[in-house]
């Protein structure tokens, strides 16, 4: 769309889509006195109070952009695994939400049985996704661990770089901003990228460790023998 605008001093003053609107305007400012309504068909944008166009601050606009949508990413894989979408299947239909939490938690269950402050023969109970309570064995809560850990790494070993990869191939910042970032969906990576060359910021939190001390709270019942 043809756009018509004012320059003074090599900066665009005025800018409007209406040739004649800009004309009238120009009558009452006599501080543009000899200044011609100009035309292109560049894109004109207003950045740090002032007119510019946009071809020529294309590259900070996609830094920007890119640096605006890493950090979308990452809050985003942050936020997926703490809403409780992110499971790990147990059973069939008994899920346990692969959050930092229950990761914590579980570990310091876990540690019980390595310290000795539970016996092999004890059972742990856990409400799942469906509030179901559920009991787990020493190796049943060894490979709920390790299932939950699988799950977060798909999230940051897998998914994030991938939209790493995908934010580095644009070229545009219109491109940049069209991902849409969902955890909950597979994520394309371009055919070209190298994602492990890429340099991912370490994410905090992505993995959990277990407590020093064994942590005691309402989901923590203990029997003797084996779970049914």
Known sequence: MTKY?????????????????????????????GCEVLETEKTIIERNGEFVFEEDVAEELLLEARAAKYKEANEGARAYLESGEALYELEAGKNIEATDGNIGKLSAY?????????????????????DETIALTQEQLGSALAGLGAVQAEVWNVKFPAYLARIEACTSADEVREIVVDYSLPVEVP???????????????AESEAPEELQSGESLTVEDGEAE
């Open 110 to 130: 876990a540690l019980g049985f390595i310290t000795g402050q539970l016996g092999a023969g004890d059972v742990v109970y856990w409400n799942t996704k469906e």
């Open 5 to 33: 605008y004012i320059s003074k001093d090599n900066r665009i003053v005025l800018m409007d889509e209406n040739k004649k609107r800009l004309e009238d305007t120009l009558l009452f400012m006599p501080q543009l006195a």
């Open 191 to 205: 055919e070209e990228s190298e994602t492990q060359e890429l340099n991912m910021p370490v994410e905090d939190g």
